[in-house]
């Protein structure tokens, strides 16, 4: 039964992708659906729960409660106040890739191939079904246009509480290290994940996704300026060269591309504020959980307590809103968007286990070249089901980028082959 409720789910899913042909003129907004207008009204929302929950923890430490409380709330209150020191005996060591020596050659190329494929089907579907949500109409028929889906922040829901019912099984099921982090110190990473998601979604609306997946790339200029501000970390001289590689390629790209249909110099204005908002906050999130990778968590349990918090404040967020019932309403209306909703979330959650299996197997520096390769792709794909052009000269900034993130990943090797630390890669708890 499970398999064949799978079937039905990817069949309606999957031949309705590129249907409507082009993009249809999307009616004219109220302000108070501009995006600068529902982002402060999220952030306000987001600050209804932040805000007290921060004057609740500098209270709780003003008076020192881990040495004077007691009663029923205490064990709650040191959870997420103060955390827990890990003991040595609850540690579950986070031994090295080391690979039995009955393994064979053949077994570790299909393994390889495995998580080679698994990260491929699952975020070039994830990517492909992005823009089909945000950038089509459902229920079109001859004489009605149909209508679009355009609250971001519901696709955000979806995608958290999957992730959270998959990491939470996970941590159920196979055994995780003694957990000591406050728990308050997830919502951090997880406001910043779910404003950069959020732009992420609403960016399609005013741009492409070639040119939305090139910024993704380019996040590494950004990221390295958190890295200093945040971490106080220093750089190599050919990281800041392949960030101006990549910057270059960028350039190339928007500067070269045609305009797409319904695009005008205020929509792409708004979608590139909308894509270095995106930025800005996946930089500041990965930053951010790295120095939470001090407490000797997994990352399942970082996926699990960020989402955790992820869900709480859209949740709080939709309800305040009264958005919450629209949007189960729309599913309501449209079958096959709850189909490409559900396909959506099972593919960014299977997506992240993905993503620590690869890299526990094969490490960074393999995972890195898939997830590339797989950035190359879904521009192709989305090209060939979509429509979108690409000029000659901004295929060759396509090619900088990429050429500048392998650059990237065999600098990294010839560096950890000569026994010096190499910058870590940026956290890939998130999508």
């Known amino acids: 039964c499970p398999r064949r409720w799978w079937a039905v ?11 409507g042909g082009e993009t249809p003129e999307a009616p004219p907004e109220s302000w108070t659906q501009q995006w600068f207008f529902r982002f402060l009204v999220n952030a306000a929302g987001y600050a209804s729960f932040m805000l007290p929950g921060y004057l609740l923890v500098r209270y709780f430490r003003r008076k020192n409660y881990l040495e004077t409380g007691r009663g029923l709330c205490f064990p709650l209150v040191k959870v997420c106040v103060f955390g827990n020191e890990p003991k040595a005996s609850d540690e579950v060591p986070l031994a090295p890739r080391t690979e039995p020596a009955e393994t064979t050659p053949t077994w570790q190329a299909l393994k390889l191939l495995f998580c080679a494929v698994g990260l491929q089907v699952s975020y070039l579907t994830w990517g492909v079904l992005q823009e089909r949500v945000m950038t089509r109409s459902y229920g079109a028929t001859a004489t009605w246009a149909g209508e679009r889906f355009t609250d971001s922040q519901f696709l955000v829901l979806m995608n958290r509480v999957l992730a959270f019912i998959v990491a939470g099984l996970y941590c159920l099921f196979c055994k995780q290290p003694r957990h000591g982090a406050p728990m308050y110190q997830y919502s951090f990473a997880s406001l910043s994940n779910v404003l950069s998601s959020w732009c992420q979604y609403e960016a399609l609306k005013f ?3 070639p040119t939305q ?7 590494v200029i950004p990221v390295m300026l958190m890295g200093k501000l945040v971490s106080r970390r220093s750089y190599e001289h050919w990281e800041y060269l392949t960030a101006g590689l990549i910057s270059i390629g960028v350039s190339m790209f928007l500067l070269s591309s ?10 792409t204005l708004s979608g590139l504020i909308l894509l270095g908002g995106y930025i800005a906050f996946d930089s500041f999130t990965s930053n951010w959980q790295d120095a939470l990778f001090a407490y000797k968590m997994s990352s399942v349990q970082m996926m699990l307590g960020v989402n955790f ?4 404040f859209t949740v709080g967020s939709l309800l305040e809103q009264g958005a919450l019932l629209e949007g189960t309403r729309f599913m ?3 079958s096959e968007f709850a189909a490409h909703a559900l396909l959506l979330s099972v593919c960014s ?16 520096a393999v995972f890195t070249i898939i997830m590339t390769l797989r950035q190359a792709f879904a521009i192709l794909l989305s090209c060939l089901l979509y429509g979108h052009t690409i000029t000659v000269v901004g295929g060759l900034g396509v090619a900088v980028v990429f050429a500048a993130l392998l650059l990237r990943v065999y600098a990294r090797g010839r ?17």
């Open 213 to 219: 997946v090139l910024a993704k790339a380019s996040k």
């Open 207 to 209: 741009v492409s996704f």
């Open 258 to 267: 045609g305009p797409e249909p319904r695009s005008s110099q205020a929509t």
């Open 415 to 431: 560096l950890k082959q000569r026994g010096k630390k190499a910058v870590p890669i940026e956290s890939p708890v998130q999508v």
């Open 332 to 334: 309501g209306r449209h």
């Open 9 to 19: 789910v990817v069949l309606v899913a999957i031949p309705s992708l590129g249907a």
């Open 309 to 312: 918090f992820s869900c709480l």
């Open 349 to 364: 959650a299977c997506g992240q286990l993905f993503i620590f299996y690869t890299i526990g197997q094969f490490g960074a």
